[in-house]
């Protein structure tokens, strides 16, 4: 009899031993199935603190199983019954009924679960739970909140905002421990901090918070001026504090691989980048008044960035057009085009003109093209003279995307590191002297 499981295997303990025991007992050959890091992320395990080959290594060394095979995508198992002649697939209770349709090619049999241990468990004794505070109680925070619920290691502990009533009705709404108006107290009880507070507040805030040796985790844009992101990295390094910008794109499995695609040459040498993020804002304005707001301070991050990643940040000069109705005291309109010393670049930002909101790498064989809402890449397609070479990429995005974001965050403070590739100090300070340089200089039109 052929058995089979599969699992992440992540910290190998007890529990997965036990299983691993029980289910070779039931047959004369037991293949395991390890899952890749991108499988797991696509089912939302984001903490998983060991490496594939790590995780195989556990498997191997228990001694029970007399096959490994890696386990990369959903459905794989249907293959993989047929494939190697399965005759049992066994897997712990925790998954009772999940896999019944496994019924058709084998037999499906759920092993009782070990009590009292997991992965899980053994990560927070390792690492401990990151106690963070939010800065804010608007959307963005509400949002937070709701998608940390998928992140392990991390425990939102209070909330700070502007007004009592805000905080407390945050709090309650979330069950936190706490609600403050005043910062010094939230940074008093937490490791990390949160900010989603308004634009021209971030520089103050996360200053604070790096001087007391406290981890920041900045919603774009992280400053409105690059001396002021020098600034923030330079303390950070002299902390030793993880700063990271907020930027949810950068850390999306779908956007990496994106940029990974063209710059590894496939669409030969890149000469222009298109990118547009339009957004309505009906009603009032208010939130945007007063200098810090408009479509370039709200929007331009995302745009920036792809263009940052893709060119770099050492273009030779730039051009910003911004339409500034006499009723507004912002953009509510703007393009901001870069010259590269071989490329040319164009980010387009709405807040009361609706673009398609798309983006165009434009490369010397050929071109990707992410549909809208490229920011939230699911999809891209490698497109060519000759149509039979396109090529579709499928990724997941999952809920707001702020997930990937926060796990990053919190496996950066965990491993002891203070930057990630996935958004780095040059390339937050990058945007930022973009976007200042851009406001700057705007041409505008009414
Ligand atoms: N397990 C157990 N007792 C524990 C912990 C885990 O019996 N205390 C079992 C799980 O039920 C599973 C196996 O050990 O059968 C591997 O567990 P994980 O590493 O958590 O992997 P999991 O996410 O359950 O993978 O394709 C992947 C599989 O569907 C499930």
């Given at each position: 009899?052929?058995?089979?499981?599969?699992g992440?295997?992540?910290?190998?303990?007890?529990?997965?031993?036990?299983?691993?025991?029980?289910?070779?007992?039931?047959?004369?050959?037991?293949?395991?199935?390890?899952?890749?890091?991108?499988?797991?992320?696509?089912?939302?395990?984001?903490?998983?603190?060991?490496?594939?080959?790590?995780?195989?290594?556990?498997?191997?060394?228990?001694?029970?199983?007399?096959q490994?095979?890696i386990?990369?995508?959903?459905?794989?198992?249907?293959?993989?019954?047929?494939?190697?002649?399965?005759d049992?697939?066994?897997?712990?209770?925790?998954?009772?009924?999940?896999?019944?349709?496994?019924?058709?090619?084998?037999?499906?049999?759920?092993?009782?679960r070990?009590?009292?241990i997991?992965?899980?468990?053994?990560?927070?004794?390792?690492?401990?739970?990151?106690?963070?505070?939010?800065?804010?109680?608007?959307?963005?925070?509400?949002?937070?909140?709701?998608?940390?619920?998928?992140?392990?290691?991390?425990?939102?502990?209070?909330?700070?905002?502007?007004?009592?009533?805000?905080?407390?009705?945050?709090?309650?709404?979330?069950?936190?421990?706490?609600?403050?108006?005043?910062?010094?107290?939230?940074?008093?009880?937490?490791?990390?901090?949160?900010?989603?507070?308004?634009?021209?507040?971030?520089?103050?805030?996360?200053?604070?918070?790096?001087?007391?040796?406290?981890?920041?985790l900045?919603?774009?844009?992280?400053?409105?001026?690059?001396?002021?992101?020098?600034?923030?990295?330079?303390?950070?390094?002299?902390?030793?504090?993880?700063?990271?910008?907020?930027?949810?794109?950068?850390?999306s499995?779908?956007?990496?691989?994106?940029?990974?695609?063209?710059?590894?040459?496939?669409?030969g040498?890149?000469?222009?980048?298109?990118?547009?993020?339009?957004?309505?804002?009906?009603?009032?304005?208010?939130?945007?008044?007063?200098?810090?707001?408009?479509?370039?301070?709200?929007?331009?991050?995302?745009?920036v960035?792809?263009?940052?990643?893709?060119?770099?940040?050492?273009y030779?000069?730039?051009?910003?057009?911004?339409?500034?109705?006499?009723?507004?005291?912002v953009?509510?309109?703007?393009?901001?085009d870069?010259?590269y010393?071989?490329?040319?670049?164009?980010?387009?930002?709405?807040?009361?003109?609706?673009?398609?909101?798309?983006?165009?790498?434009?490369?010397?064989?050929?071109?990707?093209?992410?549909?809208?809402?490229?920011?939230?890449?699911?999809?891209?397609?490698?497109?060519?003279?000759?149509?039979?070479?396109?090529?579709?990429?499928?990724?997941?995005?999952?809920?707001?995307?702020?997930?990937?974001?926060?796990?990053?965050?919190?496996?950066?403070?965990?491993?002891?590191?203070?930057?990630?590739?996935?958004?780095?100090?040059?390339e937050?300070?990058?945007?930022?002297?973009?976007?200042?340089?851009?406001?700057?200089?705007?041409?505008v039109?009414?």
């Amino acid at each position: 009899m052929r058995v089979i499981t599969y699992g992440t295997f992540d910290l190998f303990h007890e529990g997965h031993r036990k299983l691993l025991e029980r289910a070779k007992s039931l047959g004369s050959h037991l293949i395991v199935g390890v899952t890749t890091e991108n499988f797991d992320d696509a089912r939302g395990k984001l903490n998983v603190q060991q490496s594939l080959m790590e995780r195989i290594q556990n498997v191997q060394a228990s001694g029970l199983a007399d096959q490994v095979i890696i386990e990369e995508y959903e459905g794989q198992k249907i293959h993989d019954m047929q494939k190697y002649g399965v005759d049992i697939f066994a897997i712990g209770s925790d998954w009772r009924g999940s896999f019944d349709y496994l019924q058709d090619y084998c037999q499906v049999i759920y092993l009782d679960r070990t009590e009292g241990i997991s992965s899980t468990l053994l990560r927070k004794e390792n690492l401990g739970v990151v106690r963070l505070g939010i800065v804010g109680a608007g959307r963005i925070a509400n949002r937070f909140m709701t998608e940390s619920l998928f992140v392990s290691g991390v425990h939102i502990e209070g909330v700070c905002s502007r007004t009592h009533e805000s905080a407390s009705s945050f709090k309650n709404k979330h069950q936190l421990k706490y609600a403050t108006t005043n910062y010094a107290d939230l940074l008093e009880n937490v490791d990390a901090v949160y900010l989603a507070s308004p634009h021209e507040t971030h520089f103050e805030y996360a200053e604070a918070a790096i001087r007391r040796g406290i981890h920041v985790l900045c919603e774009k844009p992280l400053t409105l001026t690059a001396a002021e992101a020098v600034a923030l990295f330079d303390l950070a390094r002299e902390m030793n504090v993880v700063l990271v910008e907020a930027l949810k794109t950068a850390f999306s499995p779908g956007f990496q691989r994106m940029v990974a695609v063209a710059r590894s040459g496939s669409i030969g040498d890149i000469r222009s980048v298109d990118a547009t993020f339009t957004k309505l804002e009906k009603g009032d304005l208010r939130e945007l008044q007063g200098g810090a707001g408009g479509s370039i301070s709200e929007l331009a991050s995302y745009p920036v960035l792809a263009i940052v990643k893709l060119l770099g940040g050492s273009y030779r000069s730039l051009t910003c057009y911004s339409h500034i109705p006499r009723t507004s005291e912002v953009d509510l309109f703007s393009r901001i085009d870069l010259l590269y010393p071989h490329a040319l670049a164009s980010a387009r930002v709405g807040l009361g003109v609706k673009c398609e909101g798309d983006l165009v790498v434009g490369g010397t064989e050929g071109y990707i093209y992410v549909p809208a809402p490229w920011w939230k890449t699911e999809y891209f397609e490698a497109r060519f003279e000759d149509p039979t070479r396109n090529k579709r990429y499928y990724y997941k995005f999952d809920g707001d995307g702020l997930r990937y974001e926060i796990a990053e965050f919190i496996s950066l403070i965990n491993g002891g590191q203070i930057e990630t590739y996935k958004m780095r100090a040059s390339e937050s300070i990058a945007i930022a002297r973009i976007i200042e340089t851009a406001r700057q200089e705007a041409v505008v039109f009414v």
